[in-house]
């Protein structure tokens, strides 16, 4: 086990023995390979999917006297990160609509919204029914 503590103060760790890693990208620019996470050539970034499904943002730099940091992040900035970095094969696929269409159910989908309207949404009992009865009062007009 390679038992890796986050330096965002959340006193915190990860395995990175159980992690996924996903090194960053880069571009040759003629002189130096430069990360495309960073946009420099001293500056870098992994990202590491734990064992338990979360993500930790790994940077550091060249530069001497740098610490490396490690800090959660969540998935929207993960997923940003892996589609920039190429690799969209990394980000978790949702069902397969074939077979969901093939049992006469209705194909699932993702909906990103922000934490805090999540929050009052489950607040209130059914979540995916209050998103469900939205969605259907604004395609029938009944707001904007």
Not at 40 to 55: C, L, P
Not at 100 to 119: F, K, M, N
């Amino acid at each position: 086990m390679k038992r890796i503590a986050l330096t965002d103060g959340s006193n915190t760790w990860f395995d990175a023995d159980r992690a996924e890693r996903f090194d960053e990208d880069t571009n040759w620019n003629g002189n130096n390979w430069i990360s495309v996470a960073t946009g420099s050539q001293w500056e870098h970034e992994v990202v590491y999917r734990t064992a338990s499904g979360k993500y930790v943002l790994h940077t550091w730099s060249n530069w001497e006297g740098t610490l490396d940091t490690y800090s959660a992040i969540d998935e929207q900035q993960a997923f940003d990160w892996l589609l920039a970095n190429d690799h969209a094969d990394a980000i978790p696929k949702e069902e397969d609509e074939a077979r969901s269409l093939d049992a006469g159910e209705t194909p699932r989908r993702t909906v990103r919204i922000p934490d805090d309207l999540w929050q009052k949404a489950q607040e209130g009992g059914n979540a995916s029914k209050l998103i469900i009865d939205l969605l259907t009062a604004h395609f029938a007009g009944k707001f904007l």
